[in-house]
């Protein structure tokens, strides 16, 4: 079967993975120069890069729009997923191709890929089946080169810190003063607050030591403890996520805290005098991208993923720009609405201003049975029995998970609309009872096909979004920024997740009375780091979690991102690959250069 789809032929994804999918599909696709015409974009503000992608001069749009109103502002969340992913960033895009389905100039905002994902179990997060955003191989490897500017600008401030502390140990104040012009920061090698980036999720690297002697001796680097985290992890990344401009972003870049001095006193990227330089790096990146989806509306790429050791958000430019260009923008937060969405209510929409008029909460029958009892589906391996036939029972224990989660939106003000993210394997029944269990609890319910269908499948979830972007909202904040931030934690674990309380650690109580008592730190802003998997900090507690208290281990401090992020569970900044990783399956056609295997 092939659907036609504005007028062309795509492959049907029940037969073709998602890659062949896409690069049919590419063959159609508009230039980069029609794309921005029909957005709204003039000739000078479209940055091309080849003849599919490119940046968007943000601060020309903003200057020459400033007056117009912005569009309706639509956020999409999820529940709790499975390893495998729950269609967060295909539902995302099904959307906006439903929009336009229905007349609607629509747009949504995403966020980059990881290498780290795209080449482990994930994918590129470019959507799948019919609602891809496209060219699928550039996108997913290496873009527009933002991901490298984030790694160089990163890794740059750990070589300004690696280098001065060799000096500083090599030389005296008066030699040290005299080559260097600074004085000793006499940084704590105990202290360090820092590590290295990559983009990859390279287990092997989590904890490393460097700077041994080499036939350069005490000339090779200063011997110390040191871990990489994953690129996307980084705070850089999260400054470009959450800055307004460039001028907030290079404020932003000298207020990121490296290392302590051995009196206690936070040395930052400016202090070692290299924020400026780390800036250079960025000049670029601080431009969205723009690509399209399969049916040629407007997709724009800001900032990088995962909401569970990050803030998980597309940029706040991004959506300033999406806002003033189209009738109804669409904003993706990463993973559940426990920790993406509670980062855009209380991190993300507090920098931006920006309020949403509806949030989309994204659900499967498979997360659903996952939640209800169903055995964990496990990447890489054949999708366990219980998953494709059918059991009412196991889904409508899951939806307490999906329910909860709906309630979190409400929480906030904004009125939530579900979608069933429809697989083949759905049965009538089992999204009956899901329609029947949200409607009784108050939410709007769409079931949609986007996946097999694109736009035309996707009609039901558009009607429902736009019907709650009538609903009158009352966006409120969980907590306010004055409130110490023992009660935020407290507030998010209890509120949010549904502990009944809060737990720490030597460690990280310690740096939590540290921070309350600085009048500046205690002013910034909270970003919790927990699994994804589980509303608590378990990954094999499912449903909804009863009788357990959220383990704070660690507390880390973005002073350029501005946020504090408490560390709980055992999760880490820097992801593994498993035993059976994506890129055995990618290869390049030398016939034609194409790249095979990704999705």
Known sequence: MQLDVNNIKT????????????????????????????????????????????????????????????????????????????????????????????????????????????????????????????????????????INAIMNAHNLAMTALTARMQHERNYSDEKL??????????????????????????????????????????????????????????????????????KDLR???????????????????????VDGAMTAWLVDAVNPNLIQTLEGQPVIVHAGPFANIAIGQSSIIADQVGLKLSDYHVTESGFGADIGYEKFWNLKCHYSGLTPDASVVVATVRALKCHGGAPMPVPGKKLPEAYTTENVEWVEKGCANLLHHVNIVKKSGVSPVVCINAFVTDTP???????????????????????????????????????????????????????????????????????????????????????ENDTELSKLGLCMVKTHLSLSDDPTLKGVPKGWRLKVRDVLTFGGAGFVVPVAGSISLMPGTGSNPSFRRIDVDTETGRVEGLF
């Open 11 to 146: 492959l049907d994804p029940k037969d073709h993975p998602d890659w062949e999918v896409a690069q049919d599909a590419e063959s159609r696709m508009k230039t980069i120069y029609k794309l921005g015409d029909e957005m709204g974009l003039e000739e000078r503000e479209l940055l091309p890069y080849g003849h599919y992608m490119g940046k968007i001069d943000y601060r020309s749009v903003l200057k020459r729009l400033a007056d117009k109103p912005n569009g309706k502002f639509v956020n999409v969340t999820a529940i709790n997923p499975t390893p495998l992913g729950e269609g967060k960033s295909t539902t995302t895009i099904g959307l906006v191709q439903g929009l336009g389905r229905r007349g609607k100039k629509a747009s949504a905002a995403i966020r980059q890929p990881s290498g780290g994902p795209t080449m482990g179990v994930k994918g590129s997060a470019a959507g799948g089946g019919r609602s891809q955003c496209i060219p699928l191989t550039p996108f997913s490897l290496g873009f527009t080169g933002d």
């Open 177 to 246: 003063l005299k080559l260097s012009g600074m004085p000793r920061l006499d940084v704590d090698p105990t202290r360090i607050s820092m590590g290295w980036v990559i983009d990859y999720c390279a287990q092997a690297l989590r904890n490393i030591v460097i700077g041994m002697d080499g036939v350069n001796g005490a000339q090779d680097g200063y011997m110390m403890r040191s871990k990489f985290d994953i690129a996307v992890s980084s705070e850089v990344m999260a400054i470009l996520a959450v800055s307004k401009d460039l």
């Open 251 to 273: 404020e932003r870049m000298g207020k990121i805290i490296m290392c302590y001095d051995k009196f206690g006193k936070p040395l930052t990227t400016k202090d070692f005098e």
């Open 429 to 515: 029944n089992e999204i009956r009872k899901i329609r029947e269990l949200c409607e009784a609890a108050g939410a709007r319910v769409a079931v949609s096909k986007h996946w097999e269908y694109g736009g035309e499948g996707a009609l039901e979830l558009a009607d429902a979004v736009m019907d709650a972007c009538n609903d009158k909202t009352t966006f409120t904040p969980l907590y306010d920024w004055s409130m110490p931030m023992r009660q935020r934690i407290e507030k998010v674990a209890t509120e949010v997740y549904g502990a009944d309380g809060v737990d720490y650690s030597f460690e990280a109580k310690a740096r939590l009375e540290s921070i």
